[in-house]
Each structure stands twice: as structure tokens, then as C-alpha cells.
């Protein structure tokens, strides 16, 4: 009973801390990416000593395993590089809500990379989501049109991330949560160091409340928030994992009210309730054509 109940309470725990994401990039005074760099190298590093460790204690991992971790931190890299930056660009409650609209991509992937078949409340849902998510866009591209890029980005940000989950609940049949995410985390942090020289960004020269924020969200949103949804991944289908994250752009709304002074307006209120009912359409449409496959 207790082994059923912990992957739920890892995906609480997990929820919890990526939360918080978004107001860690909009205090530190430093490009998107620039955070999502040291928010991966930090807490690569804080890991090293339990990875070690693991290393001496476990099975050597299969090397033909090590793609899977490999493209897991490039797909994180692409993550974190549009949806950071998207959040110079629109409100917290808009890039973390579009952000999570990942578990439509998980299930458009499995239509047309592994052949599953989709109902019609699938494409229902799809509707309602995409109803909602342009309530959102739509209210603030009326008011700001600069926050349309914004919302664009933490779009395109999704995709990744559902990439992320999909390779990720594959890669951790093979390898231990810990040791996937310290691999994903180097891999990432080469892929963001690329990215940053390409966009010409500075590594220093920021200030100290800055630095103090890159070792919180190290911690914080990748060192708890990520290694609780590894655990939970491995343990959980993407198909689970996903919709229940839909709680992370509600929980993000509430908090931003006291922690940023963002207010959503009464169309994003219902905008965001349409797309979050939209998404859970969609996701329990596509569990339930899970369960109903035989059993290999």
C-alpha cells in the first residue's frame, strides 16, 4: 500500500516546488536562460556526491541506456531556455499554465509516434483546451501585445517538456531516479551553456541577491521539484503523471497574487479554468484507452 502511495506523494512534493518556479526567474535579475543554466549546474553539482555514491553501490547502467537521459537533457535544456524567457514576456499564472499544456503534446505523440489510437471526447478535450488556452493569449495580446511572444514561448516550452516525460518514463525502467537526474542535469547544463553563448548572454556580473536565487531554484525547483517527479515517473505512466501537473499552474496563480501582485482578469480566470478542464478531458480519455490495451 505504502509503495502505491509514495510515487502520489513524490508528485505532490514535486508539484509543490516547481511552483515556485516562475517567481524565482522573475526576482533574479538575469536573462532566462542565464537562470535555467545555474539553476542545472548548481544543483548537477550539489548531486555529484550521491551520484558517486550510487555509482559504487548499483549495477553499472547499461551503456545503450544512456540515450535515453542524453536527449532527456536536451529536451530540458529547450525547456528551460523558452519557458524562462517567456516569463520577461507575460505573467507568471499565463507561462507556467501554457507551459503545462504538455500533457496534449503527450498524447498527440503517442496518436502519431506510437500509433495509439484517440476517441472522440480526446478531441473534445483538445478543443476545450485550446479554447481556453486562447482566452488566455487573446486577453493579454488585446492589452499587450509584446505578452503574445511570451505566451508563444511557454507554448513552444510544453513541447519539450512532454518530450521530457515521454523519454524520461522510458529511460527510468532502466536507470535509478537519482542517477537519471544527474545525467539529465549534465547533459542540460552543456545544452543551456551552448545556448547562452549563442544568444550572447553574460555568465557573470549579476548581483548577490541574483546569485542567492540561482542556489534556491537549484534546490528548490530542480534538485526536489525534478527528482520528485523522476521517482514519480518511474513508477507512474506519463499519462498519469502529466494531467496531475495541471495542479502546478493553479497552485503558481495563487502564489503570484501575494508573491508577485499579479492578478489574473476575469476572462484568464475562465480562460484558465477552460483549458485545465480541457486538458483533464484529454488526459483521462487518453488513460482510459491505456487501460482498456491487453495486457503484454
Same mark, same amino acid.
Given at each position: 500500500?505504502?509503495?502505491?502511495?509514495?510515487?502520489?506523494?513524490?508528485?505532490?512534493? *514535486?508539484?509543490?516546488?516547481?511552483?515556485l518556479?516562475?517567481?524565482?526567474?522573475?526576482?533574479?535579475?538575469?536573462?532566462?536562460?542565464?537562470?535555467?543554466?545555474?539553476?542545472?549546474?548548481?544543483?548537477?553539482?550539489?548531486?555529484?556526491?550521491?551520484?558517486?555514491?550510487?555509482?559504487?553501490?548499483?549495477?553499472?547502467?547499461?551503456?545503450?541506456?544512456?540515450?535515453?537521459?542524453?536527449?532527456?537533457?536536451?529536451?530540458?535544456?529547450?525547456?528551460?531556455?523558452?519557458?524562462?524567457?517567456?516569463?520577461?514576456?507575460?505573467?507568471?499564472?499565463?507561462?507556467?499554465?501554457? *507551459?503545462?499544456?504538455?500533457?496534449?503534446?503527450?498524447?498527440?505523440?503517442?496518436?502519431?509516434?506510437?500509433?495509439?489510437?484517440?476517441?472522440?471526447?480526446?478531441?473534445?478535450?483538445?478543443?476545450?483546451?485550446?479554447?481556453?488556452?486562447?482566452?488566455?493569449?487573446?486577453?493579454?495580446?488585446?492589452?499587450?501585445?509584446?505578452?503574445?511572444?511570451?505566451?508563444?514561448?511557454?507554448?513552444?516550452?510544453?513541447?519539450?517538456?512532454?518530450?521530457?516525460?515521454?523519454?524520461?518514463?522510458?529511460?527510468?525502467r532502466?536507470i535509478?531516479?537519482?542517477r537519471?537526474?544527474?545525467?539529465? *542535469?549534465?547533459?542540460?547544463?552543456?545544452?543551456?551553456?551552448?545556448?547562452n553563448?549563442?544568444?550572447?548572454?553574460?555568465?557573470?556580473?549579476y548581483?548577490?541577491?541574483?546569485?542567492?536565487?540561482?542556489?534556491?531554484?537549484?534546490?528548490?525547483?530542480?534538485?526536489?521539484?525534478?527528482?520528485?517527479?523522476?521517482?514519480?515517473?518511474?513508477?507512474?505512466?506519463?499519462?498519469?503523471?502529466?494531467?496531475?501537473?495541471?495542479?502546478?499552474?493553479?497552485l503558481t496563480?495563487?502564489?503570484?497574487?501575494?508573491?508577485? *501582485?499579479?492578478?489574473?482578469?476575469?476572462?484568464?480566470?475562465?480562460?484558465?479554468?477552460?483549458?485545465?478542464?480541457?486538458?483533464?478531458?484529454?488526459?483521462?480519455?487518453?488513460?482510459?484507452?491505456?487501460?482498456?490495451?491487453?495486457?503484454?
Open positions: 500500500m505504502q509503495n502505491k502511495i509514495f510515487p502520489y506523494v513524490a508528485l505532490a512534493i *514535486g508539484i509543490s516546488a516547481l511552483s518556479s516562475a517567481m524565482f526567474v522573475r526576482w533574479a535579475e538575469a536573462p532566462g536562460p542565464i537562470v535555467g543554466f545555474y539553476r542545472l549546474l548548481i544543483s548537477t553539482i550539489l548531486l555529484t556526491p550521491l551520484f558517486i555514491r550510487q555509482q559504487k553501490q548499483s549495477e553499472a547502467i547499461d551503456k545503450k541506456y544512456l540515450i535515453f537521459p542524453l536527449f532527456a537533457g536536451i529536451f530540458t535544456a529547450f525547456d528551460f531556455a523558452l519557458w524562462n524567457s517567456s516569463l520577461k514576456f507575460t505573467t507568471a499564472a499565463n507561462a507556467t499554465l501554457l *507551459g503545462n499544456t504538455s500533457p496534449l503534446w503527450v498524447a498527440l505523440f503517442a496518436l502519431f509516434i506510437f500509433r495509439e489510437k484517440l476517441r472522440g471526447v480526446f478531441w473534445l478535450g483538445l478543443a476545450v483546451a485550446l479554447t481556453g488556452a486562447a482566452l488566455v493569449m487573446g486577453s493579454d495580446f488585446l492589452h499587450h501585445p509584446t505578452l503574445g511572444l511570451g505566451d508563444l514561448m511557454a507554448s513552444a516550452a510544453a513541447i519539450f517538456y512532454a518530450a521530457y516525460q515521454l523519454i524520461t518514463q522510458r529511460g527510468r532502466h535509478d531516479p537519482l537519471y537526474m544527474w545525467l539529465v *542535469g549534465l547533459s542540460a547544463t552543456f545544452g543551456m551553456f551552448i545556448m553563448i549563442a544568444l550572447g548572454n553574460s555568465f557573470t556580473g548581483p548577490a541577491q541574483t546569485w542567492i536565487i540561482f542556489f534556491i531554484t537549484a534546490i528548490v525547483s530542480q534538485m526536489i521539484g525534478y527528482l520528485a517527479i523522476t521517482y514519480a515517473l518511474g513508477h507512474l505512466p506519463a499519462s498519469v503523471v502529466s494531467p496531475t501537473l495541471i495542479g502546478q499552474p493553479i496563480t495563487i502564489l503570484a497574487i501575494p508573491m508577485l *501582485g499579479e492578478i489574473p482578469n476575469a476572462i484568464q480566470w475562465v480562460g484558465g479554468a477552460i483549458a485545465l478542464a480541457g486538458i483533464y478531458i484529454v488526459n483521462q480519455s487518453h488513460l482510459q484507452a491505456q487501460e482498456e490495451l491487453p495486457n503484454a
